[in-house]
């Protein structure tokens, strides 16, 4: 296992209980959904590689309890994350309001200034029956906070590849830029240091 950091990337999932985070993984990673609700108990991760520019990048992804019992494990949880996937459930509009505390968490605990950040809207597939969140207001909520968007639905594994695998596209060309612009930096120091020494 290559856990170079440009070569590998924890990922975690947060949000409300019940906004279908355990089936979000278990979708990407297994192409597996669950009518049957199971709550998280503890912490879950599994890894899943994606191959990014013809680079093999491999994305750690860890699931945790919505319930506010389960905070007391969030340092643990946040540390070393490169990015989060927040989610809430479109038909569910207090698991929306949520997600502005569950953002403050991640900000408060989370030590990577550059985390990417992706606001998950799932269960669109049942926007038709029963939806109390619009893609707008998704949307607008997310470009107030700087933070990426999009609508999910495990059920009809809509979007829920390309969530993650935009998210590691995203964190590796960040760090592909990041190392380039500190090998330009590094070749600038370096060349005034042998002018000031000539």
């Known amino acids: 296992m290559n856990r170079e950091e440009d070569k590998f990337f924890k990922i975690i999932l947060i949000g409300d209980s019940a906004v279908g985070k355990s089936n979000l993984l278990s979708r990407f990673c297994h192409n597996k959904f669950t009518l049957q609700f199971n709550s998280t108990?503890?912490?879950e991760f599994t890894t899943k590689t994606l191959n990014i520019d013809g680079n093999p990048i491999m994305a750690q992804i860890w699931d945790t309890s919505g319930h506010t019992k389960a905070r007391a494990i969030t340092d643990a949880y946040y540390r070393g994350a490169s990015a989060a996937l927040l989610v809430y459930d479109v038909t569910r509009h207090m698991t929306f309001v949520n997600t502005q505390k569950?953002?403050?968490?991640?900000?408060?605990?989370?030590?990577?200034?550059?985390?990417?950040?992706?606001?998950?809207?799932?269960?669109?597939?049942?926007?038709?029956?029963?939806?109390?969140?619009?893609?707008?207001?998704?949307?607008?909520?997310?470009?107030?906070?700087s933070v990426y968007f999009m609508e999910t639905s495990a059920l009809r594994a809509s979007n829920v590849e390309k969530a993650f695998s935009d998210v590691v596209e995203i964190l590796h060309k960040n760090k592909v830029i990041r190392k380039k612009d500190m090998e330009a930096h590094e070749t600038m120091a370096l060349s005034t240091c042998k002018y000031l020494i000539n």
């Not at 200034?113 to 049942?126: I, R, T, W």
């Open 41 to 43: 108990i503890g912490v």
């Open 102 to 145: 569950w953002l403050e968490d991640l900000r408060n605990h989370g030590d990577n200034p550059n985390m990417v950040v992706m606001l998950v809207g799932n269960k669109s597939d049942a926007r038709r029956e029963s939806v109390m969140v619009s893609t707008e207001v998704g949307r607008s909520f997310a470009e107030k906070e």
